[in-house]
């Protein structure tokens, strides 16, 4: 059900259509290539593979089902959440250089307080 009164904390644009929230319960985390989806065309957004969808595309129901349906016995070997250990890092580390950009910048001779490098005309 979605409860339309409550007011959204996260970022979104202001264009939305819909306002409010409803809560999601996760029924599968697991890596399926689009190698296995790219067949599955949508009609409603010039035949593209649904692979080559955005966010909030609209999916036919018999096209919906059939996803659901690879997606259930694809039988996977990996998630996402393999993959959060590398990702944090990768994140602590560019913190790390973009902090230590931030230093050298603001040690140059011609910089005034400001974080951008300067350029020369």
Request: net charge positive; glycine share 4%; charged share 35%.
């Amino acid at each position: 059900h979605v409860e339309f009164p409550l007011p959204l904390k996260q970022w979104y644009q202001r264009r939305v259509r819909g306002k409010g929230k409803f809560d999601v319960k996760w029924i599968y985390v697991k890596d399926v290539p689009n190698n296995q989806l790219r067949h599955i065309k949508l009609e409603n957004n010039d035949n593209k593979p649904v692979t080559n969808s955005r966010d909030t595309q609209e999916v036919p129901r018999d096209k919906g089902m059939q996803l659901m349906r690879i997606i259930h016995d694809y039988k996977h070997s990996t998630s996402i959440f393999d993959d959060f250990g590398h990702y944090e890092k990768r994140q602590d580390e560019d913190n790390a250089r973009k902090g230590s950009d931030r230093k050298t910048w603001s040690n140059t001779p011609d910089s005034k307080d400001s974080d951008a490098p300067k350029t020369k005309n």
